[in-house]
């Protein structure tokens, strides 16, 4: 009953590889002038560290703008996220896993509590995450004025430092967890009904989809990989932060990413790689930037040119399609 012609992109969008490509070359040429060096091991360790705290809540939130939702909560899911596996786990190996259970539990519960807001409740999906957040934030303001709980030590130095050559092993785990997320796009029923939902939701439903449980199931998979990103985060952090989710801007950041990769906003086209590319994009731009000794305001103005630009090549696209 699920023979649907709409199917997940499996095709990454070129454009945003071919950016990277060239946004690299330009900015090693420009470091080089300014006397550093972009592609020197610690530059590209630190890269990659930033491009995986985002690359974790960028995948989930493709997953959520693929069914035609969005979810603005993910800042504050990370925050709390490290203080739940930071205060769990009180510094002791022993409480890793118990913490790292919990963490995933209590993620996954904002997840199903957003997807039934916007499905049960009818809610618009902007208003029903972001109030979830403004609760959530609330929630941590009253509660945390600072950092808290220690990390346990083996999960410092294994997901926190440990790496294989200049890869950190945290990226490698984002690498498995976008590649399950491609394989759940692309080769199960679940992926095919998420983008037929996003693409149509009343064609999905008459071919038989229940567009609500797999609107769902996406909130609470991209709350779980914010989870995962608060778990990063503590293991670099060495303890939980009510206001790193935030600060790092995952929300805005997550969306610019998907974006970038060309992913539509409206849902129904788009997939995970071309989310990655989003990601590298954006920390590539800003290992440059602290290369180049820029200021913070400068790199959220040229950020924005970025994605701009990104929504206007799709949005052009999109007529030239639609043309006659």
């Known amino acids: 009953m ?4 709409l199917s997940p992109a499996r095709r990454p969008v070129p454009g945003v590889f071919v ?32 491009a995986t705290g985002l690359g974790f809540v960028a995948v989930g939130q493709t997953l959520v703008i693929l069914g035609g939702s969005l979810d603005l909560s993910v800042a504050y899911v990370v925050s709390l996220s490290t203080l739940v596996a930071a205060e769990t786990m009180n510094g002791r190996d ?111 439903r008459l071919s038989g989809v229940r567009n609500d449980r797999v609107r769902v199931t996406a909130h609470v998979l991209c709350s779980l990989c914010a989870g995962l990103a608060g778990i990063y985060l503590a293991s670099r952090l ?20 998907v974006v970038i990769g060309g992913t539509a906003l409206a849902g129904g086209r788009g997939g995970v790689v071309g989310t990655l590319g989003g990601v590298l994009l954006l920390a590539g731009i800003d290992a440059i930037f602290n290369q180049l000794a820029v200021d913070s305001f400068a790199k959220q103005v040229v950020r924005g040119v970025i994605i701009i630009a990104a929504v206007a090549v799709y949005a052009r696209r999109t007529l030239r399609k639609a043309a006659p």
């Not at 699920?2 to 012609?5: H, I, K, M, N, V």
């Not at 946004?23 to 530059?43: E, K, P, R």
């Not at 999906?125 to 941590?140: P, Q, R």
């Not at 060495?238 to 990413?257: C, F, H, K, M, N």
């Open 19 to 50: 950016a990277l490509g060239l946004t690299l070359a330009i900015g090693w040429l420009v470091v080089a002038i300014d006397g550093g060096q972009l592609f020197n091991q610690s530059t590209t360790v630190s890269l990659l560290h930033v």
């Open 94 to 204: 022993g409480a890793l896993l118990p913490a790292v259970g919990l963490t995933l539990l209590v993620s996954a519960g904002v997840g199903l509590f957003n997807g039934l807001l916007v499905t049960t409740l009818r809610i618009n999906s902007f208003i029903a995450t972001l109030g979830v957040g403004l609760l959530l934030k609330g929630y941590l303001d009253s509660r945390y004025d600072g950092p808290a709980g220690s990390t346990a030590p083996a999960l410092v130095q294994t997901l926190g430092y440990q790496r294989v050559g200049p890869v950190p092993l945290a990226f490698l785990l984002l690498l498995l967890v976008a590649g399950a997320c491609w394989l759940l796009l692309s080769r199960t029923r679940f992926g095919h009904h998420l983008v037929a939902v996003g693409g149509d939701p009343e064609v999905a």
């Open 238 to 257: 060495g303890s939980g932060s009510p206001r790193v989710g935030t600060e790092g801007l995952y929300d805005l950041e997550s969306i610019a990413a």
């Open 2 to 5: 699920s023979a649907l012609p």
